[in-house]
């Protein structure tokens, strides 16, 4: 089977094209396992935090990708979910515990990182951790929803916002753009303010709804009783939290952050910056029932994602354009 594979750590200025196209074994799945004949995988940041060595793979080589939609074209002899032909998604988290908190557990395995993932023809995962994927979305439309669209939905949830109140989101690309529509399908009463960098991003935030978009440190008509960060810098947190208000909570829904700017953050001033009972909360992995969870919700909206499509020979192109922050929404390579 046609892969990406990732044979080496480096940054994409030392390696522009740190994936290697491969011809694989198709792999054959355990008992609990199917097997996936993949369609379409998202491309996310957190592949840039595997390749550049923030989140590490411990072994090399492995294909990343973690937003995965295909079909299951076999099933292990104890697989009762899933059945041949049924569509089926794979997110981020590829095993772990099946506790409620299993997002947090030391069991935890990533897809792309810890075993092989989407950037492939094929690939296995464990019944539990494979996820249908509803009728409203097309292949390409679904691939985002498993990881941008999950843990921004569990990033929603982690703020602990309600109907009325003004939450902003910080960098609005694969992530945000799926979050600004699910708030205002479930705090329809709610404003939305969108801080990003450009001015495109800006105008593309107005377009889904957004009451207000400007740049990052550009102050809003109201403070924000809470604020969800997607960008790997860390500028934009204190931005963020200059522009909340008491008791406001600020989510950061990054798996890791890069270093080019993090001396920025020595210039925090606690009064400024975190008093009033200001919060900051992380958001880690997700869990099997975050996306169940949000595929039923963003069936019902119907939520609608906005894709550019490459070919899977073209994900290191994609990484770059990922890189440099010109994007609209979310990458999808399509491998069939």
Known sequence: MRAMSLRAIASLEQNPEPLTLVDLPQPEPADDEVLIRITACGVC???L???EGRTPPPALPVVPGHEVVGRVERTGGAVTRFSVGDRVGVGWIFASSGAEDENLSEQFRATGRDANGGYAEYMTVGERYAHRIPDAFTDVEAAPLLCAG???FRALRLTGIGDGQVL????F???GHLVLQLARHMFPG????????SEAEQAFARELGADWAGGTDARPPMLAHAIIDTTPAWRPVLAALEVLRP???????AIRKEAGDRELMAGIDYPTHLWMEKEIKSVANVTSADIDGFLEVAARIPLQTTCEVFALEEANAALRKLKAGHIRGAFVLKII
């Open 173 to 175: 690309g694969g992530s």
């Open 150 to 152: 999950a843990v921004g």
């Open 190 to 197: 709610g404003t939305v303010y969108v801080f990003a960098r």
């Open 49 to 51: 935090d595997e390749i």
């Open 45 to 47: 940041h957190t592949e």
């Open 247 to 253: 008791g406001g909570r600020l989510v950061i829904n």
């Open 168 to 171: 902003g989101l910080t960098g």
